[in-house]
Antibody
Framework: EVQLVESGGGLVQPGGSLRLSCAAS????????MSWVRQAPGKGLEWVSL???????YYADSVKGRFAVSRDNSKNTLYLQMSSLRVEDTAVYYC??????????????????????WGTGTSVTVSS | DIQMTQSPSSLSASVGDRVIFTCRAS??????LNWYQQKPGKAPKLLIY???ILHSGVPSRFSGGGSGTDFTLTISSLQPEDFATYYC?????????FGQGTKLEIK
């Protein structure tokens, strides 16, 4: 079964650090694009970061320079190292697989990406 | 950055109704538009990708349309399990972005 399970969330003080883990089963994280998405309490979804299969990483401006995404291929696990945490980083953090498929009709030659597998989320609270 | 705007922010409807959600991008994203459904306390679930392709296992009462900057998600006949929040998301560029969501409530 294809599955993602996050862990590592908790309560941390402003300025602190935390590392989130996302364990995959049923597929290889190293062969896929993988994203982190967060959701602040009562708010919508916010994309946080992306790692390509080749290892290139991208970040939202709100976390750039503070968060770092990585993976351990031997453990088939994705990580999000979060540092210099702020109150506004409080959220449920989800990892997701970014899958690509061919587009419809005349767009069949193009790859369209979408997040088809999501973890259950791990909660991060930044508070003093 | 590409901004995604959904309307309305909330919608009340009854079982059996046809409902349409709207999503607008701040620039053309051709067909790089996905729709997700999220229920309280749960992770989002993919419904539609590439604007109009139904994800595997999603009921056929869901359909998507549009291209460029304007997109729609239609539920042809609401079922009780459809009451949730719906998000659009652009995958036109590397920096994905979501709309603010439309909450579908029972009338």
């Amino acid at each position: 079964e294809v599955q993602l399970v996050e862990s590592g969330g908790g309560l941390v003080q402003p300025g602190g650090s935390l590392r989130l883990s996302c364990a995959a089963s049923g597929f290889s994280v190293s062969d896929n694009y993988m994203s982190w998405v967060r959701q602040a309490p009562g708010k919508g979804l916010e994309w946080v970061s992306l790692i390509y299969a080749g290892g290139t990483t991208y970040y939202a401006d709100s976390v750039k320079g503070r968060f770092a995404v990585s993976r351990d291929n031997s453990k088939n696990t994705l990580y999000l190292q979060m540092s210099s945490l702020r109150v506004e980083d409080t959220a449920v953090y989800y990892c997701a697989r970014d899958k690509a498929s061919a587009g419809p009709g005349m767009l069949g030659a193009y790859a369209f990406y979408y997040m088809d597998v999501w973890g259950t989320g791990t909660s991060v609270t930044v508070s003093s | 950055d590409i901004q995604m705007t959904q309307s309305p922010s909330s919608l009340s409807a009854s079982v059996g109704d046809r409902v349409i959600f709207t999503c607008r991008a701040s620039q053309s994203i051709t067909n790089y538009l996905n729709w997700y459904q999220q229920k309280p306390g749960k992770a989002p679930k993919l419904l539609i990708y590439a604007a109009s392709i139904l994800h595997s296992g999603v009921p056929s009462r869901f359909s998507g349309g549009g291209s460029g900057t304007d997109f729609t998600l239609t539920i042809s006949s609401l079922q009780p399990e459809d009451f949730a929040t719906y998000y659009c998301q652009q995958s036109f560029n590397t920096f994905a972005s979501f709309g603010q969501g439309t909450k579908l409530e029972i009338k």
